[in-house]
């Protein structure tokens, strides 16, 4: 009975390590200039808890294979040294590891979450609402209209809710259902929120990032390759959750022009 | 040491001879302890059929499942089920395991059938207190139940409810009308039971241990149940008003976590003020002790069972106490580890991530400790040290993803995706349902004089621990490829090619549910055939062994008990056996 507990324990550690170590099912490819530390952060944490997970499942089967050895004059044994060494060891190990991922992994959040964006950046605005995303470019003028949440009407796609007739500002935005952006050129998006919590996820970027309703959150990136990419939401946001989506395109610095003059052509 | 005699004459009442007051409105803490254990089976029951469900609409999306129109004729309409009746199913499933099995079965059911057994005592501090508790709870669950038959469906939010999608009402669409105000309704009754429970247990703690029940001779399992009242005590004193606040957003017309401007179904929401952010910080600083609600109970439970069938003492019982007070008290720093991409201040990231670390010390220490428990041990290998075994090591794989989610740069990509699905059903649903098992394997015959059938044990534990690795592992690949949670069905590029893993998942839940019929069977079967059950069959140590089974109305049977000797007492020479009891009087000689 032991026995096969300490050969099951094992093979499940090794079955399940073995599609970590193969990536079986892994990440997509990162096309973002912060996602390389993310990985990477990610790829040292599952290397030493990795060896954690090894070690504690295969030191479990070891003993409870041991501990089912049937003889009856055998005499208990107590683990050498008590619990002190114990202690001491999982304080120890534990702690220069929790150390360790801390100060690296700091580094990573910062510059995704603190780093302020570039000042060269291009600003796009973009709302979220059940069950769409919607992206705002500034236009010619540079300047994003006012927004007036009475104004939004879904129905002649005022999402955004800007009052053109009367800003100046407005007349010239451009309003897409997709993020289109220049290959290698940093990105500043804010994102708000006309009903409930939604969120930004763009597996390839590496980022993920709430839409809060009442807040306004600032989100940058620079993507590094070209092609179209998907963008879902990760916060339940009702019944069409499931199926709230948008493409992230990113183009050519040319390319991206030519997108952009037609857009704001229509 | 408390044994005065008068406080033992103020808890003393005449034993019930009413059918009502026996088995109905008991104040027996045994009987009650029993009904606690019966209603968590009862949910756990409907809550892995609502996962069955989920998990085959997951599978197979368009598959019709047989009567689930005639469950509700508008969320499955010829039987596929609607995104919405999905997400009722989800929040429903979420919402039963976590409140009404995870927080009774380990805490208030076996913590009231054995706490006041473990010390001596002859029922709890509170009597009334604690019918109270239980009924109050069955009351949370008849106004849950209830969500799952109004016209608008149940909620549809989530088990964490955050708002302003739980808060704005019908305009958010169907399944957050009046279900969703039943939900918080529900919640917060369940909130003034669990305050009731845990001031209960927190006295009987302190205060109704017999002579010689030091603190240091108290069983680990009785110091987890004291440790959880502690930590229930704090948390559920936050989740009540903030569920009062919710239900007053949701029918009063108030804007606690409704901000201004927000339009739902084309309509200017009247609201302004509230801050959305305000309901996940209460939120989740009840809903991250509320892990080790479910968790540390179990975890004790582990630590009292393992010796006994080890024949050798608990590895550092005082560490493993000291262990479970540093968890709960860390459980208060960490909330906002669930809140990396919420939107709060960046530079909070590494306030919460450094203490949920942290948290991984006294962690690993209790799961060393219990793996150098079984090193050089005598093991008597039954269904409940197999649940033992087993809860070690789905408590290391659940404990170790903790180390990804907690760094927040990592978090950015895993959150809200299967791997933190896998992370919590490993490390607090299936470990602290191991512990359940563990527990009513190696207690059934104390609460019902009667032993379980052990090759049916054998066999549920087999089929159980294979299962759940098949369904909780493979979520751990589908949260790196970017599978997010939550979702009805998987519409995007990239989550298409992980639909073939979704199904193996979905055949591995039905087996190992199919599996727990075999555990049910054994209940009731052993409950009226098991063969009778002796006064101490696994010659354990700890009060409950030296009593009757089960224990007469006041425990033990008018006696006053002494208690000489700490519960870990195994392995040693004693009158030919290997354990000295702890109303043993004998001094205990080194083997």
Same mark, same amino acid.
């Given at each position: 009975?032991?026995?096969?507990?300490?050969?099951?324990?094992?093979?499940?550690?090794?079955?399940?390590?073995?599609?970590?170590?193969?990536?079986?099912?892994?990440?997509?490819?990162?096309?973002?200039?912060?996602?390389?530390?993310?990985?990477?952060?990610?790829?040292?944490?599952?290397?030493?808890?990795?060896?954690?997970?090894?070690?504690?499942?295969?030191?479990?089967?070891?003993?409870?294979?041991?501990?089912?050895?049937?003889?009856?004059?055998? =005499?208990?044994?107590?683990?050498?040294?008590?619990?002190?060494?114990?202690? %001491?060891?999982?304080? #120890? &190990?534990? *702690?220069? +590891? @929790?150390?360790?991922?801390?100060?690296?992994?700091?580094?990573?959040?910062?510059?995704?979450?603190?780093?302020?964006?570039?000042?060269?950046?291009?600003?796009?605005?973009?709302?979220?609402?059940?069950?769409?995303?919607?992206?705002?470019?500034?236009?010619?003028?540079?300047?994003?209209?006012?927004?007036?949440?009475?104004?939004?009407?879904?129905?002649?796609?005022?999402?955004?809710?800007?009052?053109?007739?009367?800003?100046?500002?407005?007349?010239?935005?451009?309003?897409?259902?997709?993020?289109?952006?220049?290959?290698?050129?940093?990105?500043?998006?804010?994102?708000?929120? =006309?009903?409930?919590?939604?969120?930004?996820?763009?597996?390839?970027?590496? %980022?993920?990032?709430? #839409? &809060?309703? *009442?807040? +306004? @959150?600032?989100?940058?990136?620079?993507?590094?390759?070209?092609?179209?990419?998907?963008?879902?939401?990760?916060?339940?946001?009702?019944?069409?959750?499931?199926?709230?989506?948008?493409?992230?395109?990113?183009?050519?610095?040319?390319?991206?022009?030519?997108?952009?003059?037609?857009?704001?052509?229509? | 040491?408390?044994?005065?005699?008068?406080?033992?004459?103020?808890?003393?009442?005449?034993?019930?001879?009413?059918?009502?007051?026996?088995?109905?409105?008991?104040?027996?803490?045994?009987?009650?302890?029993?009904?606690?254990?019966?209603?968590?089976?009862?949910?756990?029951?409907?809550?892995?059929?609502?996962?069955?469900?989920?998990?085959?609409?997951?599978?197979?999306?368009?598959?019709?499942?047989?009567?689930?129109?005639?469950?509700?004729?508008?969320?499955?309409?010829?039987?596929?089920?609607?995104?919405?009746?999905?997400?009722?199913?989800?929040?429903?499933?979420?919402?039963?395991?976590?409140?009404?099995?995870?927080?009774?079965?380990?805490?208030?059911?076996?913590?009231?059938?054995?706490?006041?057994?473990?010390?001596?005592?002859?029922?709890?501090?509170?009597?009334?207190?604690?019918?109270?508790?239980?009924?109050?709870?069955?009351?949370?669950?008849?106004?849950?139940?209830?969500?799952?038959?109004?016209?608008?469906?149940?909620?549809?939010?989530?088990?964490?409810?955050?708002?302003?999608?739980?808060?704005?009402?019908?305009?958010?669409?169907?399944?957050?009308?009046?279900?969703?105000?039943?939900?918080?309704?529900?919640?917060?009754?369940?909130?003034?039971?669990?305050?009731?429970?845990?001031?209960?247990?927190?006295?009987?703690?302190?205060?109704?241990?017999?002579?010689?029940?030091?603190?240091?001779?108290?069983?680990?399992?009785?110091?987890?149940?004291?440790?959880?009242?502690?930590?229930?005590?704090?948390?559920?004193?936050?989740?009540?008003?903030?569920?009062?606040?919710?239900?007053?957003?949701?029918?009063?017309?108030?804007?606690?976590?409704?901000?201004?401007?927000?339009?739902?179904?084309?309509?200017?929401?009247?609201?302004?003020?509230?801050?959305?952010?305000?309901?996940?910080?209460?939120?989740?600083?009840?809903?991250?002790?509320?892990?080790?609600?479910?968790?540390?109970?179990?975890?004790?439970?582990?630590?009292?069972?393992?010796?006994?069938?080890?024949?050798?003492?608990?590895?550092?019982?005082?560490?493993?106490?000291?262990?479970?007070?540093?968890?709960?008290?860390?459980?208060?720093?960490?909330?906002?580890?669930?809140?990396?991409?919420?939107?709060?201040?960046?530079?909070?990231?590494?306030?919460?991530?450094?203490?949920?670390?942290?948290?991984?010390?006294?962690?690993?220490?209790?799961?060393?400790?219990?793996?150098?428990?079984?090193?050089?041990?005598?093991?008597?290998?039954?269904?409940?040290?197999?649940?033992?075994?087993?809860?070690?090591?789905?408590?290391?794989?659940?404990?170790?993803?903790?180390?990804?989610?907690?760094?927040?740069?990592?978090?950015?990509?895993?959150?809200?995706?299967?791997?933190?699905?896998?992370?919590?059903?490993?490390?607090?649903?299936?470990?602290?349902?191991?512990?359940?098992?563990?527990?009513?394997?190696?207690?059934?015959?104390?609460?019902?004089?009667?032993?379980?059938?052990?090759?049916?044990?054998?066999?549920?534990?087999?089929?159980?621990?294979?299962?759940?690795?098949?369904?909780?592992?493979?979520?751990?690949?589908?949260?790196?490829?970017?599978?997010?949670?939550?979702?009805?069905?998987?519409?995007?590029?990239?989550?298409?090619?992980?639909?073939?893993?979704?199904?193996?998942?979905?055949?591995?839940?039905?087996?190992?549910?199919?599996?727990?019929?075999?555990?049910?069977?054994?209940?009731?079967?052993?409950?009226?055939?098991?063969?009778?059950?002796?006064?101490?069959?696994?010659?354990?140590?700890?009060?409950?062994?030296?009593?009757?089974?089960?224990?007469?109305?006041?425990?033990?049977?008018?006696?006053?008990?002494?208690?000489?000797?700490?519960?870990?007492?195994?392995?040693?020479?004693?009158?030919?056996?290997?354990?000295?009891?702890?109303?043993?009087?004998?001094?205990?000689?080194?083997?």
């Amino acid at each position: 009975m032991g026995k096969l507990f300490a050969v099951l324990v094992i093979v499940i550690a090794l079955v399940s390590v073995s599609f970590f170590v193969r990536h079986t099912w892994w990440m997509p490819t990162d096309i973002s200039t912060t996602g390389a530390a993310i990985d990477h952060q990610l790829d040292e944490t599952m290397i030493e808890t990795g060896l954690l997970f090894l070690a504690g499942q295969l030191v479990l089967g070891l003993f409870v294979w041991q501990a089912s050895n049937k003889n009856p004059a055998r =005499k208990i044994k107590i683990f050498p040294g008590g619990s002190k060494p114990v202690v %001491i060891a999982a304080i #120890f &190990v534990v *702690g220069i +590891e @929790i150390l360790a991922l801390t100060f690296i992994g700091s580094k990573a959040w910062a510059a995704v979450n603190i780093a302020p964006a570039a000042a060269d950046s291009l600003h796009i605005d973009v709302q979220a609402e059940q069950f769409a995303f919607y992206f705002r470019y500034a236009g010619p003028d540079g300047q994003f209209g006012g927004l007036h949440p009475d104004k939004i009407d879904d129905g002649n796609g005022n999402y955004f809710g800007l009052d053109p007739a009367n800003d100046v500002a407005a007349r010239d935005d451009v309003v897409v259902g997709s993020l289109v952006v220049p290959v290698n050129h940093p990105i500043l998006l804010t994102l708000h929120s =006309k009903d409930v919590g939604h969120s930004f996820y763009v597996p390839v970027l590496r %980022i993920q990032q709430d #839409f &809060v309703p *009442g807040l +306004e @959150i600032p989100v940058h990136f620079t993507a590094t390759q070209t092609g179209k990419f998907e963008i879902v939401c990760t916060q339940l946001c009702g019944l069409g959750h499931y199926n709230m989506k948008a493409y992230l395109q990113v183009m050519s610095e040319p390319d991206y022009e030519q997108w952009l003059k037609s857009q704001e052509g229509q | 040491m408390h044994d005065t005699s008068a406080a033992h004459a103020a808890h003393q009442h005449a034993a019930p001879t009413s059918f009502i007051r026996k088995h109905i409105f008991s104040l027996d803490h045994k009987v009650i302890g029993k009904q606690y254990y019966g209603l968590a089976l009862l949910a756990v029951f409907i809550g892995m059929a609502l996962s069955w469900l989920m998990r085959i609409h997951l599978g197979w999306p368009a598959w019709p499942i047989p009567l689930l129109d005639k469950l509700s004729a508008v969320g499955a309409p010829q039987g596929v089920m609607t995104p919405e009746y999905y997400l009722s199913l989800m929040t429903m499933h979420g919402t039963i395991m976590v409140f009404f099995v995870l927080t009774n079965a380990p805490f208030a059911a076996f913590g009231n059938y054995f706490l006041p057994i473990q010390i001596g005592a002859e029922d709890m501090a509170f009597p009334r207190f604690n019918m109270m508790s239980f009924w109050v709870t069955f009351t949370a669950f008849l106004v849950m139940m209830a969500a799952f038959f109004v016209s608008d469906g149940p909620p549809i939010s989530g088990w964490t409810a955050y708002a302003p999608l739980s808060a704005v009402g019908g305009d958010a669409g169907p399944g957050l009308a009046l279900g969703q105000t039943l939900w918080a309704i529900s919640i917060a009754i369940f909130c003034i039971a669990s305050l009731l429970g845990a001031l209960n247990f927190i006295a009987t703690t302190l205060d109704l241990r017999t002579k010689g029940m030091s603190l240091a001779r108290m069983p680990a399992s009785s110091w987890a149940w004291f440790v959880t009242a502690v930590i229930s005590l704090l948390a559920f004193a936050v989740l009540l008003p903030a569920c009062i606040l919710l239900i007053l957003d949701r029918v009063a017309g108030t804007s606690f976590f409704i901000p201004a401007g927000l339009i739902l179904s084309d309509k200017l929401q009247p609201h302004s003020g509230g801050s959305v952010l305000l309901w996940q910080h209460l939120f989740w600083f009840f809903g991250h002790p509320e892990v080790y609600i479910a968790i540390l109970p179990s975890i004790g439970i582990v630590c009292h069972i393992l010796p006994v069938f080890a024949r050798k003492p608990l590895l550092g019982l005082r560490a493993a106490v000291g262990c479970m007070i540093a968890t709960g008290f860390l459980s208060y720093m960490v909330w906002g580890h669930h809140m990396f991409v919420s939107g709060m201040s960046p530079f909070s990231a590494n306030l919460f991530s450094v203490p949920t670390l942290i948290i991984t010390i006294p962690m690993t220490i209790l799961t060393l400790l219990l793996i150098g428990s079984v090193y050089g041990a005598k093991m008597r290998f039954t269904a409940a040290s197999l649940f033992c075994l087993g809860f070690i090591s789905v408590f290391i794989s659940g404990g170790i993803s903790g180390f990804f989610l907690a760094q927040p740069s990592i978090d950015i990509y895993l959150h809200a995706t299967y791997f933190v699905v896998a992370h919590f059903h490993f490390v607090m649903a299936v470990a602290s349902l191991f512990g359940v098992f563990a527990g009513t394997y190696f207690w059934f015959p104390k609460m019902f004089g009667r032993m379980m059938n052990e090759t049916l044990g054998k066999l549920h534990f087999w089929l159980t621990f294979i299962g759940v690795y098949c369904i909780f592992m493979p979520m751990h690949y589908l949260g790196l490829a970017g599978n997010v949670r939550r979702y009805s069905a998987f519409v995007d590029d990239y989550l298409i090619p992980l639909i073939p893993v979704h199904k193996f998942i979905t055949i591995a839940a039905l087996l190992t549910g199919a599996a727990q019929f075999i555990f049910l069977f054994n209940l009731i079967w052993s409950r009226f055939k098991g063969p009778i059950a002796s006064e101490n069959p696994w010659e354990a140590t700890s009060l409950e062994w030296s009593t009757t089974s089960p224990p007469p109305f006041d425990n033990f049977g008018g006696r006053h008990i002494v208690v000489y000797n700490g519960p870990n007492e195994y392995g040693v020479e004693n009158n030919g056996t290997d354990f000295v009891m702890q109303v043993s009087p004998e001094k205990i000689s080194a083997s």
